[in-house]
């Protein structure tokens, strides 16, 4: 099975800081990876697929970039609407992994 | 608007069973893929299944292989999964999940959620 590993497991952060997020992959998942934001109570919402490729109605202060095992995720200025814990999953082939996730605060 | 709402959830004992329904509508149910995701309290989260846009084909997590069947009926717009020999580490929120689409990796990649059902194994 393909496992997944992100970084930090947490971070604090204050409204206009550019925040990255990162995920590595136990092998290589070309660029079938995407990325999730979950709001406490809430189901996941997609925000990136392929890697880099902005899901519908996403703003662009979200990117993604990477292929094989390293990835990333941008947030180029983060809000306070953007608190949540972000997953990064792969659907490169089954089973599906996710990984431990990112809770990101608002200092 | 893609809505998806699962259904069934409930408290159970060890050794027990439970199927969870979930009923989608804003798509063309017929040509997506469906798959289930678990979220145990506080943790993150867990595939558990995913099934073709027909139902020929089936996948499953090691963790509930043998134990959970999915399955769905196009006509009616629903996906299900059943959960027979129920145990603790089985208590979660079950996402039901919408695939991007019906084959290639797009079958693998899930764009909607829906809002979960709470299952408790518990005696």
């Given at each position: 099975d393909i496992q997944m590993t992100q970084s930090p497991s947490s971070l604090s952060a204050s409204v206009g800081d550019r925040v990255t997020i990162s995920c590595r992959a136990?092998?290589?998942?070309?660029?079938?990876l995407a990325w999730f934001q979950q709001k406490p109570g809430k189901a996941p919402r997609l925000l990136?697929?392929?890697?880099?490729t902005l899901q519908?109605?996403?703003?662009?202060k979200f990117s993604g970039s990477g292929s094989g095992t390293d990835f990333t995720l941008t947030i180029s200025s983060l809000q306070s609407e953007d608190f949540g814990t972000y997953y990064c999953q792969h659907y490169?082939?089954?089973?599906l992994t996710f990984g431990g996730g990112t809770k990101v605060e608002i200092k | 608007e893609v809505q998806l709402l699962e259904s069934g959830g409930g408290l159970v004992q060890p050794g027990g069973s439970l199927r969870l329904s979930c009923a989608a509508s804003g798509?063309?149910?017929?040509g997506y893929a469906m798959t289930w995701v678990r979220q145990a309290p506080g943790k993150g989260l867990n595939w558990v299944s995913s099934i073709s846009t027909s139902g020929g084909t089936t996948y499953y997590a090691d963790s509930v292989k043998g134990r959970f069947t999915i399955s769905r009926d196009n006509p009616r717009n629903t996906v299900y999964l059943q959960m027979n020999n129920?145990?603790?580490?089985?208590?979660a929120i079950y996402y039901c999940a919408k695939a991007y689409?019906?084959?290639?990796g797009f079958f693998r990649l899930i764009d909607y959620w829906g809002q979960g059902t709470l299952v408790t194994v518990s005696s």
């Open positions: 136990s092998q290589g998942i070309g660029n079938y990136i697929y392929g890697a880099s519908s109605g996403v703003p662009s490169d082939s089954y089973p | 798509f063309s149910f017929s129920l145990r603790d580490e089985d208590t689409g019906g084959s290639g």
